[in-house]
């Protein structure tokens, strides 16, 4: 991905999931935003100038985590980001709930320095609606060398916590949510610690 289209690409992430006054932008309920308004105030914004709707509908057909979505609604052409959004937004998406027999486990990228307090107090959104979670290792090293510090890969049980009662969601292939991750079934993955 060149320069321009990152810029942009962590644009759209900031102001779909974050913060939409940047562009004094309000998201429906369900995250949704008119494209054609956001290209025209993402426009007025110095360094984006450039941008289009084809700029914005080619990062995400590209996207392979799936953070956003286009939608047609009456006609006209919706943006949102799928998930990752801010708790103080209250945006409501419904995911698809993922069942036991669907998945074994998942994984976790984070910080070494945080992990004592993770394995005694599991797994928190912190400021979003969600923990994020990988369906791999690989996916998950990813997410933990954007931190800084040392990173560290939990392994979840995820199969042992839906059997008893938690609930886990689909957002896309590469990301799976839940509100919470109890310290019991969080393990340290080996193959994470470099």
Known sequence: MNQRRERLSKFLTLILRHKPDILNIELRDD???PLDELVKRMKKKKGFGWVS?????SIVESDIKG???IKTI???KFIRARYGHSRALNIDIKYPQVQPDEVDYLYHGTRADVLPWILREGLKPMNR???HLSPSPEDAIIVAQRWRGKPVILKIEAKKFLEDGGKIFKASEKVFLAEFIPPQYIR???YGLY
């Open 74 to 76: 009456n006609g006209k």
């Open 129 to 131: 609606k969600y923990v």
């Open 31 to 33: 995250g949704f935003v």
């Open 67 to 69: 953070r956003f979505e």
């Open 188 to 190: 340290i993955h080996k």
């Open 53 to 57: 709707e084809d700029d914005i509908i």
